[in-house]
């Protein structure tokens, strides 16, 4: 069987990486595989059952993380204010990363760069709790300088590149 981009990437150090695609388990196996760090509790916001994604909601949910305090925490939102709030358009799905947020020493935002200035109505939390975004694309300057000031460090991955750049906060 021939494996995809992703899983050869994860596989093998000096693979190229597979094109643009932020996911949190993609986050997850490539931290695994490349910084030797070994996951006891992996929480995430969708699941994939049955060849289709569900979203993990609801009280029992909050609960259930509510039980773990975990190293790193990887999130996703729908959208992202231009005053740095992060938004989405599900309550239940909010109280839930920010059940993830409250329990993670250190929070990761996944998303792609077309959530920044993109409207939602339920507010989440601000950028500043976030430690580093994983994105396709480097947002625009504005929300860069944000970010910045915030001390967030961002990683883009830029479709035809070959590496993760990361742009520490200065």
Known sequence: ??????????????????PVEVQAPTI????THRQGQRL?????????????????????????????????????????DSDGTLLDFDFREVKVAQAIIANSRQVFLATDHTKFGR?????????????A????????????????????TVHAVEAGDEQIRAASPG
């Open 133 to 152: 975004l994983f994105t396709d694309k480097a947002p625009s300057p504005p929300f860069l300088d944000m970010l910045s000031r915030e001390r967030v």
């Open 28 to 31: 997850v196996q490539a931290m």
């Open 40 to 80: 006891v509790v992996h929480l995430l916001n969708d699941i994939s059952s049955l060849g289709r994604s569900e979203n993990v909601v609801g009280e029992a949910t909050v609960d259930f993380i509510d039980q773990f305090k975990v190293d790193f925490g990887i999130i996703g939102i729908s959208g992202v």
């Open 1 to 18: 069987t021939r494996m995809s981009p992703r899983r050869q990437w994860a596989a093998s150090p000096s693979a190229a990486p597979p």
């Open 119 to 131: 409207p939602a109505m339920v507010k989440l939390a601000h950028i500043a709790v976030l430690d």
